[in-house]
């Protein structure tokens, strides 16, 4: 079954500084991954995603995320934080065929200003 | 066009009791997914609905139930309810089932409180 890991619960950055908050997966078969973001009392918001092609995925709000296959991992990156992307950010994953998305349990990134 | 919407939007019940939550997908969306949100696990997949048939279900006690009416409104039941219960249950919706890559737009969660 697949499996994504989100290994920092929190993730604190300066205003202004580049951003990675990490997730690594297991698939079977080939993955779809996604990035969902959720702001204080709000249903999760689609972010960006990667399906096929370049590795490279650019997102909302400046977003982008990094697919590498051998290190079966997903990060999403920001050149520079902003306060108001303080957020709860989670990784998914979806293996081939009939199966469900699953979700990591989530980082809380916090950006000072 | 209107986003998912989910009635209703807080919730307290008691022990034992039963409790039907309700979803009603983006208009042309045929997938509807159920979500469980608790600070401790995350999110957790309940199930996937897709043409009034469930496609996949969570690891979950058989209390948590769920259905699909012809027009892709879902509703989810739990019977029986305990305190671990208590959670922000979320609906998410996709305009296909079959096409993995589609990313699924979410509603704003029922919050189930359990006394």
């Known amino acids: 079954a697949q499996s994504v890991a989100q290994p920092e619960d929190q993730v604190n950055v300066a205003e202004g500084n580049p951003l990675t908050v990490k997730c690594t997966y297991s698939?079977?078969?080939?993955?779809?991954l996604f990035w969902y973001v959720q702001y204080p009392n709000r249903g999760l918001q689609f972010l960006l995603k990667y399906i096929t092609g370049d590795n490279l995925v650019k997102g909302s709000y400046g977003f982008e995320a990094e697919f590498n296959k051998s290190q079966t991992s997903f990060h999403l990156k920001k050149p520079s934080a902003l306060v108001s992307d303080s957020a709860l950010y989670f990784c998914?994953?979806?293996?081939?065929?009939?199966?469900?998305?699953?979700f990591g349990k989530g980082t809380r990134l916090s950006v000072i200003a | 066009k209107a986003g998912v919407t989910q009635t209703p939007r807080y919730l307290i019940k008691t022990r034992g009791q039963q409790v039907t939550l309700s979803c009603s997908p983006i208009?042309?969306?045929?997938?509807v997914s159920w979500y469980q949100q608790t600070p401790g696990q995350g999110l957790q997949f309940l199930f996937e609905y897709f043409s009034e048939t469930q496609r996949n279900k969570g690891n979950f006690p058989g209390r948590f139930s769920g259905r699909q009416f012809s027009n892709s409104r879902s509703e989810m039941n739990v019977s029986t309810l305990e305190l671990g219960d208590s959670a922000l249950y979320l609906c998410?919706?996709?305009?296909?089932?079959?096409?993995?890559?589609?990313?699924?737009?979410f509603g704003p969660g029922t919050r189930l409180t359990v006394l």
């Open positions: 208009s042309g969306h045929r997938s």
């Open positions: 998410a919706s996709s305009p296909l089932a079959g096409s993995w890559g589609n990313e699924q737009f």
């Open positions: 698939v079977s078969g080939n993955p779809y």
């Open positions: 998914a994953v979806r293996d081939e065929g009939n199966t469900p998305l699953v």
